[in-house]
């Protein structure tokens, strides 16, 4: 009964939430309807024209927008779509500095008079050109149209789904008889209650008692919607359900009773003759049950993965080396599959263990139906599991069955714990006996292909190749030589010269590292950069490389140089530390370097991961004056739409897009493109890779004002990048 219960519960939660999603989804999409409103106001304070035919034109045939209204911040109205008595220039003005104060949209009071309809309430938006707020948009939401489509619902007697603005007040109000009017007791139900983007919970109704209610934000909109039903009424007719079945229950017991009553006294006498017999016999039984369950229990634990109930490491290796014994007295092949999640870490990291150990459940119930009984599956620990396929005919049929395995561990896991989540195996491959005559060989040679397929990218597998141990070997001398080379002076700078199109000046420096090496020569980032940042030695090269360029300027400055700003590339990895915008602005005051003779270089993928901290640590630096370039624009995830909201500067467009311009710059669309939008959003431009006069000249008749590449220097040591410094004007 309390099951049915449950999943009666269960049941309305699922339709509240649905409600509440597309009543937010569809209030989102409204609110939206800015941004487009925001475009055409921009078009007055870029004093092209005015806006109110474009205006206009978009608000012809919408029902729930019934007003727009166009502010300077001075609170004068350059263009109404309608007269209207919401309040005078000053009584804006002061909304507006509200506005400007909390970052927030404002709510304004509605004129309740006579004839006025409540629930179309005007809400001030601010208009923003960039990064700057211009002025402020007057939307007057008809959220009564917006419920009134809800009419076909029927959300019960005591039913209510309402409009907040925040905790402080309602915005309308539909329940059975469809908009009220009047203050309901919602608001207080949700005071101080509302912790998360969406909620379900039991609050107290001072009409209808108990209430079940769903809310929910909508997103970066400070409104919030609200469905519940009186607790009472829900369960009305499960409550007559279950009071007809307990008096059905209850004679039916009484019946049952009575006629147990009979049957215990005509066997209650031999029952007392066999119990002295069975006694000794049952003790003695659960005694031998006891030890043997204890006995399976403990040879489970010492071979078996408690999790996945697959082989665990001990008993893999033993079952092996049995295999490899019968393998050489045969002519099959034999292979050993080393499998790891891509991404299994962010999985876990994200949605937490219980999750995490739902999906090790699903991905060794998979690999057991890919496989054979004849093959031997086992989970090492963590994401990583190990198979043997044994009597294989040829080295195509192992192909063939790590295919099955990618496609199926690739397929979407749909329901865990509510969760649909999706992973990849990356697979390395080591096969017996050309990769290795014994099982430690096997795994560590099918390990080392496993890291090799990973780096191609997810969801991929790799036979093992002789030369991964070669690199394996390399890679860890420069790892092992890396901390002591960042002490011992080994690092040194190269610098490659940006040019202003304008007049063909020398505006900056792009500051480049290399490994001066002993015994290697001259080694480029390539090289080393990738194992810098898997040890997290990037953030002490990184300082290494903020400290060396302020030392340069200093020396540069001591000897009556005229200065040019310098870019340092900043990784990921640093940004993410809390600390890095402090110790950076330590640095430059140490040498007493100007904030704008400093210029830091992020990559997109920067923004993936703890994009807070990110953001945070960029700001307190553009807001004190340091320049900040997104490098590489083109190849990641950013959109210029995204970039309008970060704290950047500039935006280098990657060499690949350049290297395609050959005699106009139509050629690429990208670039043309991304100049004219990175223009409108107040952004400097600078093209990377410029290797021919073509492409200087496409450049600059698409307004491209700065340009860094081969055609004027290659990046150069600090002697040879001084006469860019005392003679700035290049010619070609």
Same mark, same amino acid.
């Given at each position: ?523 480029? *980032? #390539? /090289? $080393? =950069? @990738? %194992? ?7 953030? +002490?090269?990184?300082?290494? &490389? !903020? ?46 370097? *100007? #904030? /704008? $003779? =400093? @210029? %830091? ?7 993936? +991961?703890?994009?807070?901290? &990110? !953001? ?117």
């Amino acid at each position: 009964m309390e099951k049915n219960k449950k999943e009666l519960l269960n049941g309305l939660k699922r339709e509240q939430k649905n409600l509440v999603s597309v009543l937010g989804e569809n209030l989102f999409q409204i609110l939206e309807q800015r941004q487009t409103i925001e475009l055409f106001a921009s078009k007055w304070f870029d004093e092209t024209k005015q806006p109110s035919k474009d205006i206009t034109g978009f608000l012809y045939g919408e029902r729930t927008l019934t007003r727009i209204a166009l502010y300077e911040l001075s609170g004068k109205s350059f263009y109404e779509s309608s007269p209207g008595n919401v309040t005078t220039p000053d009584q804006i003005k002061k909304r507006i500095e509200k506005m400007l104060t909390t970052g927030r949209p404002v709510l304004l009071d509605r004129d309740t008079a006579p004839g006025n309809i409540l629930w179309q309430v005007p809400v001030l938006f601010p208009i923003r050109i960039g990064a700057a707020i211009k002025g402020a948009m007057l939307l007057e939401l008809d959220f009564g149209y917006i419920l009134n489509l809800l009419q076909d619902i029927d959300i019960g007697k005591t039913g209510t789904i309402t409009i907040q603005f925040k905790e402080e007040k309602e915005l309308a109000r539909f329940e059975i008889g469809g908009l009220v009017l009047g203050t309901s007791p919602v608001k207080n139900m949700l005071a101080g209650s509302i912790t998360r983007d969406f909620g379900f919970g039991i609050y107290r109704h001072p009409d209808f008692g108990n209430c079940y209610l769903t809310y929910r934000h909508v997103h970066d909109y400070p409104f919030i919607i609200t469905v519940s039903i009186g607790q009472k009424e829900f369960f009305s007719d499960f409550n007559h359900y279950k009071n007809r079945l307990f008096c059905i229950l209850m004679i039916l017991t009484l019946l049952g009773l009575s006629g147990i009553a009979l049957l215990f006294k005509m066997i209650n006498r031999k029952q007392k003759y066999m119990d002295a017999l069975h006694l000794s016999n049952q003790k003695n039984q659960e005694l031998i049950q006891k030890l043997e369950k204890e006995h399976k229990a403990s040879t489970k634990a010492a071979s078996y993965d408690p999790l996945t109930e697959l082989y665990n490491r001990n008993l893999f290796i033993s079952l092996a080396e049995k295999n490899l014994l019968q393998a050489k007295r045969n002519k099959f092949c034999y292979a050993v599959l080393f499998i790891d999640l891509d991404r299994f870490k962010k999985i876990n990291d994200t949605l937490g263990h219980h999750i995490g150990d739902l999906l090790l459940k699903e991905v060794g119930m998979r690999l057991k139906a890919c496989t054979r009984k004849s093959d031997i599956v086992s989970r090492f620990g963590g994401d990583e599991f190990v198979i043997m396929l044994t009597e294989m005919g040829k080295e195509q049929d192992i192909s063939t069955v790590v295919e099955n395995i990618t496609v199926s561990l690739s397929k979407p896991c749909t329901d865990l714990d509510g969760h649909r989540v999706i992973t990849s195996p990356s697979v390395g491959i080591a096969v017996y006996p050309r990769d290795g005559e014994d099982i430690d060989t096997l795994l560590l040679n099918a390990d080392a292909a496993m890291y090799k397929a990973k780096k191609s990218g997810r969801g991929q597998h790799r036979f093992f190749d002789q030369s991964l141990n070669t690199t394996s070997v390399e890679k860890f001398a420069i790892e092992q030589r890396m901390p002591s080379a960042i002490t011992d002076g080994e690092f040194i700078l190269h610098y490659q010269p940006k040019i202003r199109l304008q007049d063909y000046r020398v505006v900056g420096l792009e500051s480049l590292i290399r490994w001066q090496h002993p015994d290697h020569g001259l080694i480029f *980032p #390539l /090289d $080393f =950069i @990738e %194992i810098a940042q898997e040890t997290r030695l990037i953030v +002490d090269l990184g300082a290494w &490389v !903020i400290t060396s360029v302020c030392r340069q300027l200093d020396s540069w400055r001591t000897l009556g140089m005229d200065l040019v700003p310098v870019a340092v590339n900043v990784s990921p990895l640093e940004l993410k530390t809390e600390t890095f915008a402090d110790r950076f602005l330590t640095i430059l005051k140490q040498y007493d370097i *100007p #904030l /704008d $003779f =400093i @210029e %830091i270089e992020v990559t997109e993928n920067a923004f993936i +991961d703890d994009r807070e901290i &990110v !953001i945070r640590n960029l700001q307190a630096l553009f807001d004190r004056g340091v320049k900040i370039y997104l490098d590489d624009f083109g190849t990641g995830f950013s959109s210029l739409d995204h970039i309008r909201y970060l704290p950047v500067n500039a935006l280098k467009i990657d060499r690949s897009f350049v290297k395609e311009i050959r005699n106009s710059y139509h050629e690429n669309p990208i670039v043309s493109s991304t100049i004219i939008l990175a223009k409108k959003l107040n952004l400097t431009v600078v093209a990377e890779g410029v290797e021919t006069n073509d492409q200087l000249i496409s450049l600059r008749l698409a307004g491209c004002e700065q340009v860094q590449g081969y055609l004027f220097s290659r990046p150069v040591p600090e002697k040879k990048i001084q006469k860019f410094i005392i003679s700035p004007i290049r010619r070609l």
